[in-house]
């Protein structure tokens, strides 16, 4: 039998929930880097596997599946092996889980991807920041957090829908949060700092995924430490670039 492939960016938030799942249920796969910052995705071979030309994908067998949320029902309900937990058989429990899923990508994802896009990742796809496109994103992202606070995490488990164990929810959702690790520190922590039952729960989704949880997201905190580096010289630079204005205005 072929073994399963799964087309991924560990930069993209969704490509890292299907690797992390793949790799805590013993999913035996082959991870095919496509390359996001080399517009990879948009190559015709690729668009053979996913026509929208987005990451992540998945081939098993004859069979092609794009979208995350799809893949990981798909890897759920198709992989032996799979606990109960991330998927229930329970009908009331699944629609349930779905109704995160869909809330997410107009809320959660939404705010999240486009804000940190417009203050932090655009110039590595050759775009300008956009202040007034982050500003919107920023209200959607607050937003969605104080939901997740008070709606979503509601209950006495540590996991969505008052659950003690993580669901496919729970892993797509706190991989979507933890690109905000690319953020400045201070405004990483002015906008999670609010929300501690967030905090504790993707700690808690981080120690139920581990050691691969960590290992999926060292490619985010290297993006991380290149950025916080590029801020100090650019600090650095102005820093001194002021300094001279100074000197030459007291001359």
């Known amino acids: 039998m072929m073994k399963l492939k799964v087309y991924a960016d560990r930069m993209s938030q969704p490509s890292r929930a299907v690797i992390i799942f793949c790799k805590v249920n013993g999913i035996d796969f082959e991870e095919v880097r496509i390359d996001v910052s080399k517009r990879q995705q948009l190559s015709p071979e690729f668009k053979e596997i996913n026509p929208m030309g987005k990451v992540p994908a998945i081939v098993d067998g004859r069979f092609k599946l794009f979208e995350s949320h799809a893949i990981l029902i798909y890897l759920a309900c198709v992989f032996p092996g799979v606990a109960d937990h991330w998927y229930p058989a329970d009908l009331f429990k699944r629609v349930k889980i779905q109704s995160v899923l869909d809330w997410h990508h107009s809320n959660l994802r939404r705010g999240a991807a486009t804000y940190v896009f417009n203050t932090t990742l655009a110039p590595a796809s050759g775009l300008p920041l956009n202040p007034q496109a982050a500003a919107e994103a920023e209200k959607v992202l ?107 205005s007291k001359m």
């Open 142 to 248: 607050s937003s969605s957090l104080s939901k997740i606070e008070s709606f979503w995490l509601k209950g006495s488990g540590r996991f969505l829908l008052g659950g003690n164990q993580p669901t496919i929810a729970d892993l797509s959702l706190v991989c979507e949060i933890m690109q905000l690790e690319v953020l400045d520190e201070y405004d990483r922590s002015r906008i999670i700092a609010p929300y501690k039952k967030v905090q504790q729960w993707i700690e808690d989704t981080r120690q139920a995924t581990r050691p691969h949880f960590d290992e999926v997201h060292k490619i985010l905190f290297k993006a991380k430490a290149r950025l916080q580096k590029q801020r100090s010289v650019g600090e650095n630079i102005e820093t001194q670039s002021s300094f001279k204005t100074t000197l030459t």
